[in-house]
């Protein structure tokens, strides 16, 4: 399998804000973001609460194979006042298919702390590449913060996504299908 990435779109990975390095083997990858922060509060613009990042890959798998997104690993810092709450989420689809796989992680404040969350696919819910295709593999992360019940006139309460690691060569990441 190997990979080339084809883009990285979005107001979380604004054009240069983000890179892409690719493992020597084509078989892992890993984005890191330099503006990948959602935020709330008295210096916020109206729409800093959402920011996105959709990432599309040209996956080229085996003659006879077809795979699907088993996980992926994200990382970042958050810092949310009392009352107010944030989203991670992730979806995993191939292009021109419907948005298959979503998964979300949540954080209440009070809290000011790095994280860690990663996305596991049940074996009920992989979406795989219909054998033969060829498409994108579209990769869509959104962070979201909302003030809650903290005073967002004084306190400023923001989420932000350091990197994205998927591995394709563990059995943790891809779920692989004889076509």
């Not at 084509?26 to 330099?34: E, I, L, S």
């Not at 916020?44 to 599309?56: E, G, T, V």
């Not at 969350?117 to 992360?141: A, H, K, Q």
Request: hydrophobic share 35%; net charge positive.
């Amino acid at each position: 399998m190997t990979i080339d990435v084809v883009n990285a779109i979005g107001s979380g990975c604004p054009d240069r804000s983000s890179r892409i390095a690719v493992s020597p083997d084509n078989t892992a990858f890993t984005v890191t973001y330099a503006n990948y922060t959602a935020r709330v509060g008295p210096e916020s613009d109206p729409l800093d609460f959402r920011k996105n990042c959709q990432i599309a890959l040209d996956v080229k798998v085996p003659s006879g194979f077809t795979f699907a997104v088993a996980g992926a690993d994200y990382r970042g810092y958050a810092s949310l006042a009392r009352g107010a709450w944030a989203q991670e989420s992730a979806n995993y689809y191939f292009q021109g298919h419907a948005q298959t796989t979503r998964i979300e992680h949540d954080f209440r404040g009070p809290y000011d702390d790095v994280w860690q969350r990663g996305d596991r696919v049940g074996i009920g819910s992989l979406s795989y590449l219909p054998c033969g295709e060829r498409r994108f593999l579209n990769i869509n992360t959104d962070l979201r913060v909302n003030r809650g019940t903290s005073d967002a006139r004084k306190l400023t309460s923001f989420i932000s996504m350091d990197s994205t690691d998927a591995a394709i060569n563990t059995v943790y990441r891809v779920a692989w299908k004889r076509c």
